[in-house]
């Protein structure tokens, strides 16, 4: 039998986070179309981390919608072109919500332009309320406002904002999340693979994992590593790490989902690439190096990561304090969820004070922080039990 005197068994309840669930955003009523060679719509900043999931400009005739993160600030009274398209479709002859998966990190300057026609036409816009509109996302106060670009044609140009006469309205869904901000794209490169690295402040689950397509079109090349210390600087490298999670190939064109556990002060890179693994011209968004953003409310900071090579995965790693980020886009959630701890005990053979542990007890620190360890027994002609045992 076995000596359980050194191992006291526990139950376990496994936090399991609730699936997000859909909503829509509140543009206002609608009120009288405007149909014209002009574009309309509305920005709004962040409350929260979000990410939007369909578009559907009301009325009949094919959509023209683009999405725009505002780089210097709101748009004002005078046209700026300081924005990055998130997301632009033309001529979309969908009838009803476009499914789409736009990550949006709170604090984000978002602008939503949207009409029905033919592009660079003459198109309709669903005009709502004069000027601004309060509604909320994710329980939190926003305001809309109206934004306008002079041309039927997207995606936009210069575009500014106003307070007077209608927005435009752009219905939207949404699923509240967490988005890791990693900035927004200054160039790409297409010779070696390359990532940030950072630490993370706190226990999480990255649950989403997406390359930009502004990288290119291909399939998706992603490798998540747990680094034992801080990569070097180039030209030393480190082999030092353990790969969590890897993806080649990947026909998926959206967000990758993962369930990849995350300890807090684990030291984690991430690289990746659209295209072939393996081949020239695989297509990276760069981003700045360092990219500071927060992780559940704290500061953190994304640093450059390299691996010389086209083929993942990755085997020797650097980092540099110049150059660029590769910018992977990440959703995760706080706290670490759906992880099932696995210890399991191989009994031993023999009487009772024969149950001796054969290695001792390792200690691990579980994805959920919770403290247990495994341990493992000498092999025995018994039946296998899995246990948990309390540190």
């Not at 999340?177 to 990693?182: I, N, R, W």
């Not at 190096?289 to 927060?294: D, K």
């Given at each position: 039998m076995l000596d359980f005197r050194r191992v006291a068994a526990v139950c376990l309840f496994l936090l399991v986070a609730a699936p997000a669930s859909?909503?829509?955003?509140?543009?206002?009523?609608?009120?009288?179309?405007?149909?014209?060679?002009l574009t309309r719509g509305f920005w709004f900043t962040a409350p929260s981390d979000v990410v939007i999931t369909s578009l559907n400009v009301p009325g009949t005739g094919d959509q023209n919608i683009q999405v725009m993160r505002f780089t210097s600030g709101a748009p004002t009274g005078s046209t700026t072109t300081a924005h990055t398209t998130l997301y632009s479709t033309v001529n979309n002859s969908s009838t009803g919500p476009i499914p789409v998966d736009i990550a949006v990190s709170a604090g984000d300057v978002i602008g939503i332009l949207g009409s029905r026609g033919p592009n660079g036409g003459t198109v309709t816009n669903a005009y709502g309320t004069n000027g601004t509109y309060s509604t909320t996302i994710d329980g939190q106060p926003v305001t809309l406002t109206r934004l306008y670009y002079q041309s039927s044609t997207l995606p936009a140009g210069a575009v500014a904002s106003s307070t007077s006469l209608p927005?435009?309205?752009?219905?939207?869904?949404?699923?509240?999340?967490?988005?890791?901000?990693?900035?927004?794209?200054?160039g790409t490169f297409s010779t070696n693979y390359r990532g940030y690295w950072f630490t993370a402040p706190t226990a999480m689950t990255i649950t989403g994992l997406r390359v930009p397509t502004t990288a290119g079109a291909g399939n998706q090349n992603i490798q998540v590593m747990r680094l034992n210390a801080a990569p070097p600087l180039y030209s030393a490298s480190t082999t030092a790490h353990t790969t969590l999670y890897a993806t080649t190939n990947d026909a998926t064109a959206g967000w990758i989902s993962t369930s990849i556990a995350v300890a807090s002060g684990d030291i984690i890179g991430i690289l990746g690439?659209?295209?072939?693994?393996?081949?020239?011209?695989?297509?990276?968004?760069?981003?700045?190096?360092?990219?500071?953003?927060?992780?559940?409310?704290?500061?953190?900071?994304?640093?450059?990561?390299?691996?010389?090579?086209?083929?993942l995965p990755a085997g020797a790693v650097s980092q540099e304090s110049g150059g660029s980020i590769g910018r992977i886009e990440m959703l995760y959630s706080?706290?670490?969820?759906?992880?099932?701890p696995t210890a399991v005990?191989?009994?031993?053979?023999?009487?009772?004070?024969?149950?001796?542990?054969?290695?001792?007890?390792?200690?691990?620190?579980?994805?959920?922080?919770?403290?247990?360890?495994?341990?493992?027994?000498?092999?025995?002609?018994m039946t296998s039990e899995s246990v948990f045992a309390r540190i």
């Open positions: 859909a909503a829509t955003l509140d543009v206002g009523p609608a009120g009288t179309p405007f149909t014209s060679t927005l435009s309205r752009v219905e939207v869904t949404y699923e509240p999340g967490q988005v890791l901000g990693v900035g927004s794209q200054t690439a659209r295209g072939t693994n393996g081949t020239n011209g695989i297509g990276i968004s760069y981003g700045p190096n360092p990219t500071n953003t927060t992780i559940d409310g704290t500061a953190v900071a994304l640093q450059r990561l390299l691996y010389q090579s086209n083929s706080a706290g670490v969820a759906n992880q099932a005990l191989t009994p031993v053979s023999g009487t009772e004070g024969a149950a001796l542990i054969a290695d001792g007890e390792k200690e691990c620190l579980l994805r959920n922080q919770m403290p247990f360890e495994t341990c493992t027994f000498a092999p025995s002609t």
